[in-house]
T-cell receptor, first 113, second 116 residues
Framework: NAGVTQTPKFQVLKTGQSMTLQCAQD?????MYWYRQDPGMGLRLIYYSASEGTTDKGEVPNGYNVSRLNKREFSLRLESAAPSQTSVYFC????????????FGPGTRLTVL | AQTVTQSQPEMSVQEAETVTLSCTYD???????LFWYKQPPSRQMILVIRQEAYKQQNATENRFSVNFQKAAKSFSLKISDSQLGDTAMYFCAFMKPYSGNTPLVFGKGTRLSVIA
């Protein structure tokens, strides 16, 4: 099992460009999450999806959109990137089979110039 | 809203010694879950240990153990026989009772350096 995979691992964008971060999990988990990590701030929740077809805003949703494409995949889109979105982005998933524990992908380091 | 506080931004410990990382949280829930995650320089988030609030017994995982004080809302992590590979950021996290869509609330982290 690969667990949670994310692509790309690194990305540099110019202000105003758009991009989609991809996340997939092979653990048959119902719930998936997107977090961002900034220096000195810990991880903060952007969006989450309790199940296929549902999404909810987290603590810092502005400037982002998400799509729960199917049970395995949960993508995060930046429509018009801003320097404030420079961060490390983590996808995670959880399910009852894992005793409610969230498992994380390797992260994407995004720089917006 | 739940909050998690880690009051030690940085700590260091000699190899083979014991170190304790502090975490406090605020919640009105009576049942919940607490976690410690480790983030080495590779950036990967690795689960170290978890604790269910309804269990009075402190969780242990090999060299890692917790001191869970529910009344004080305190959840510290003790690392025994510290190893160089323990050098990492450590995050304390809180989760409300699981309902299928329960995100984690993280503290800001403690950077631990193990010195040879």
């Amino acid at each position: 099992n690969a667990g949670v995979t994310q692509t790309p691992k690194f990305q540099v964008l110019k202000t105003g460009q758009s991009m989609t971060l991809q996340c997939a999990q092979d653990m048959n988990h119902n719930s998936m999450y997107w977090y961002r990590q900034d220096p000195g701030m810990g991880l903060r929740l952007i969006y989450y999806s309790a199940s296929e077809g549902t999404t909810d805003k987290g603590e810092v949703p502005n400037g982002y959109n998400v799509s729960r494409l199917n049970k395995r995949e949960f993508s995060l889109r930046l429509e018009s990137a801003a320097p404030s979105q420079t961060s490390v982005y983590f996808c995670a998933s959880s399910g009852t089979s894992g005793r409610n524990t969230q498992y994380f992908g390797p992260g994407t380091r995004l720089t917006v110039l | 809203a739940q909050t998690v506080t880690q009051s030690q931004p940085e700590m260091s410990v000699q190899e083979a010694e014991t170190v304790t990382l502090s975490c406090t949280y605020d919640t009105s829930e009576s049942n919940y879950y607490l976690f410690w995650y480790k983030q080495p320089p590779s950036r990967q988030m690795i689960l170290v240990i978890r604790q269910e609030a309804y269990k009075q017994q402190n969780a242990t995982e090999n060299r890692f153990s917790v001191n869970f004080q529910k009344a004080a809302k305190s959840f510290s992590l003790k690392i025994s026989d510290s190893q160089l590979g323990d050098t990492a950021m450590y995050f304390c996290a809180f989760m409300k009772p699981y309902s299928g869509n329960t995100p984690l609330v993280f503290g800001k982290g403690t950077r631990l350096s193990v010195i040879a």
